[in-house]
Nanobody
Framework: QVQLVESGGGLVQAGGSLRLSCAAS????????MGWYRQAPGKQRELVAVIPSGGTTNYADSVKGRFTISRDNAKNTVSLQMNSLKPEDTAVYYCNALIVTMTLRSVEVWGQGTLVTVSS
């Protein structure tokens, strides 16, 4: 079983910063990509940022220039540095990973979610 454990959410004022972290644990062959999604109340889950293994990062237009995703392949972790936060960034943030299992199947795994609240 592969698990993603997130940390770092909380309450922050508009213009402030937060850093989210996510660690993958369990037995797997490799991780193809890691990223972050978010879901605001009454809205669909949306991509925030993704970083493939050895590839270029991809950001939602709404966070470009404010958020930075980074990955530590040796530790199987991914982080999201969020600066200049806005009230519209308020959402539950989910860590996501596309993992190759020991039997070489590709499996999508989700974290439990961490709440980010930005007050105006």
């Amino acid at each position: 079983q592969v698990q993603l454990v997130e940390s770092g959410g909380g309450l922050v004022q508009a213009g402030g910063s937060l850093r989210l972290s996510c660690a993958a644990s369990g037995s797997f062959f490799s991780i193809k990509s890691m990223g972050w999604y978010r879901q605001a109340p009454g809205k669909q889950r949306e991509l925030v940022a993704v970083i493939p293994s050895g590839g270029t990062t991809n950001y939602a237009d709404s966070v470009k220039g404010r958020f930075t995703i980074s990955r530590d392949n040796a530790k199987n972790t991914v982080s999201l540095q969020m600066n200049s936060l806005k009230p519209e960034d308020t959402a539950v943030y989910y860590c996501n990973a596309l993992i190759v299992t020991m039997t070489l199947r590709s499996v999508e795994v989700w974290g439990q979610g961490t709440l980010v609240t930005v007050s105006s």
